[in-house]
């Protein structure tokens, strides 16, 4: 549920929709003592309607559009939408358990929950990352190490 109490994500999910907005390039802030970051101002309105962040298994936080994140979860439970099977029951726990619904305030930025902040070592230096159909939120040392390793990849 989002910080205004309204619960804007529509499940069930099991159909596929064609992704509007195509997140791209790298943004670097720094969050306030509150843990608000901005959102890069040309991806605002995508967030308009909520934000969904979750932990990545990247040490890094991903945030998806409430249309975004439905289509997210349509995909990784593909075959296994019934949670009747074991299958179907550990990609609801790994995907959907911690997601949270967050809201963008009237300046364009997000507050991170607390729990999220420690997931990035509480640093302020921060950048975002379009990935396409999400962002990443990256500590920038982090961010900086994952660049190297991607280079050397190539």
């Known amino acids: 549920m989002g910080l205004n109490g309204r619960n804007t994500l529509l499940f069930p999910i ?3 929709k064609v992704v509007t907005v195509y997140f791209f390039g790298s943004f670097e ?5 509150r843990g608000r970051v901005s959102i ?3 991806y605002r309105s995508a967030f308009l309607k909520g934000v969904v962040i979750k932990e990545s298994p990247d040490t890094c936080l991903e945030l998806y559009t409430i ?3 439905e289509e997210e979860t349509s995909k990784r439970l593909g075959d296994h939408a019934s949670n009747r099977k074991k299958e179907g029951r550990q990609v609801r726990r790994n995907f959907l358990a911690g997601a949270f619904e967050i809201d963008l305030d009237s300046q364009g930025r997000i507050l991170i929950p607390p729990k999220f902040r420690e997931y990035l070592g509480n640093e302020k230096n921060i950048t975002i990352v379009g990935c396409g159909d999400y962002i990443e939120i990256w500590p920038s040392s982090n961010w900086n190490n994952e660049k190297l390793i991607n280079k050397k990849d190539e």
């Open 67 to 69: 249309e975004g994140f």
């Open 40 to 42: 890069p101002p040309r």
């Open 29 to 33: 802030y720094v969050s306030d003592s």
């Open 14 to 16: 099991y159909t596929y």
